[in-house]
């Protein structure tokens, strides 16, 4: 599936994010990495079955990935097939972590580097932060336990968003969860930021 963003952009968008992390120290600890290690579902919750250790792409993140990483197996989806936005139509790539939960932090996809965080539109079309609220088959203690994230990982995950929303399939895919949140929770959503 084509998308917009180039790979320069999605390099800076890396490095931005390499500089950033929800908590000064590693979250994963408080948890033992449960987002790595129990299921795939960040942001994709219909997505795969909970012994799946893995992550999906966003359209035309495969050009981050020579394909020749020892860390990763891959497999192809069809979009259609699955719980994505009705833009969506050919390839989607799923990686499965084979290390999981060590990985080269440096290369991790960029779901990875948003989690707990995910994007929403208002119904004005205005983009704000909000807790990751597909179902997991696990529990975050960032998002159950509220603990505050780091402001510069939030403000630099809502500049990148704010980029990647630019690119229609990323549109459609922000206001498909955007409307099931609104369905869900109505007025009882909670923004981070801003
Ligand atoms: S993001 Fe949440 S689930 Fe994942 S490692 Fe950090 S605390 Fe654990
Ligand atoms: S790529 Fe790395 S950070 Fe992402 S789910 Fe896999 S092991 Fe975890």
Redesign the pocket.
């Given at each position: 599936m084509k998308s917009s963003i180039t790979k320069n952009t999605l390099k800076a968008i890396y490095r931005l994010l390499d500089r950033v992390s929800p908590l000064d120290q590693d979250c994963g600890q408080l948890c033992g990495?449960a987002?790595?290690?129990c299921g795939?579902e960040?942001n994709f919750p219909d997505s795969k079955g909970e012994d799946d250790?893995?992550?999906y792409l966003l359209p035309g993140e495969e050009k981050m990935f020579s394909r020749k990483e020892e860390?990763?197996g891959w497999e192809k989806n069809h979009a259609e097939d699955y719980e994505f936005p009705d833009s969506w139509h050919g390839t989607v790539y799923f990686?499965h972590?084979k290390?999981?939960?060590?990985?080269p932090?440096e290369?991790?996809?960029l779901?990875?580097r948003f989690f707990p965080l995910a994007p929403h539109l208002d119904e004005d079309d205005v983009l704000h932060m909000v807790y990751q609220d597909s179902e997991l088959p696990y529990e975050c203690p960032l998002i159950s336990q509220e603990i505050p994230l780091n402001e510069d990982f939030i403000r630099a995950t809502y500049t990148v968003w704010k980029h990647l929303i630019q690119d229609p399939l990323l549109y459609d895919l922000v206001v498909m969860d955007s409307d099931f949140r609104i369905e869900d929770l109505g007025d009882e959503i909670e923004y981070l930021y801003p």
């Open positions: 990495a987002c790595c290690t795939s960040i250790f893995g992550i860390w990763l990686l972590c290390t999981a939960p060590c990985c932090r290369n991790r996809p779901q990875c």
